[in-house]
Nanobody, 126 residues
Framework: QVQLVESGGGSVQAGGSLRLSCEAS????????MGWFRQAPGKKREWVAS????????YYSDSVKGRFTISQDNAKNTVYLQMNSLKPEDTAMYYC???????????????????WGGGTQVTVSS
C-alpha cells in the first residue's frame, strides 16, 4: 500500500549538483519524520539527513552538512535532497525512508525507519 519512490539520481562530476526526490503514496500517507540514507558498494548503510515534516527542522550527518539540504513540498507529498558540491565519496545508492515518531524532537536522533524506497543511484566522478 505504502510506496516511496526516489528519483533524480545520475552521474555528475565532482563539484556538481543533483536534487533527489522522494514521492510518497498514497497521498494520504503521512509520517512526521523523513530521512535519506545512502549505501556505497561494500559499505555500511549511512544516515545522511532527516527532516521533521511537522515543524520543518532538519538534521544532517557531518559528512554532508553544509552541502546537502533536505526539504519538503507537502502539497506534492514529496521530500527532496539537494546535493551540492558533490564529492566522489558521495557515490552511493540513495534511499528515502519514513517513520512516525512520538514528537518532532525524536526525528533528530531516529535512525531506524519503517518504510523505504527502492533507491536511486548517485555517481560522482573525479
Amino acid at each position: 500500500q505504502v510506496q516511496l519512490v526516489e528519483s533524480g539520481g545520475g552521474s555528475v562530476q565532482a563539484g556538481g549538483s543533483l536534487r533527489l526526490s522522494c514521492e510518497a503514496s498514497p497521498y494520504t500517507y503521512r509520517r512526521n519524520c523523513m530521512g535519506w540514507f545512502r549505501q556505497a558498494p561494500g559499505k555500511k548503510r549511512e544516515w545522511v539527513a532527516s527532516m521533521s515534516t511537522t515543524d520543518g527542522n532538519t538534521y544532517y550527518s557531518d559528512s554532508v552538512k553544509g552541502r546537502f539540504t533536505i526539504s519538503q513540498d507537502n502539497a506534492k507529498n514529496t521530500v527532496y535532497l539537494q546535493m551540492n558540491s558533490l564529492k566522489p565519496e558521495d557515490t552511493a545508492m540513495y534511499y528515502c525512508a519514513a517513520v512516525s515518531v512520538p514528537s518532532s524532537a525524536y526525528c533528530r536522533l531516529r535512525r531506524t525507519f519503517d518504510d523505504w524506497g527502492g533507491g536511486t543511484q548517485v555517481t560522482v566522478s573525479s
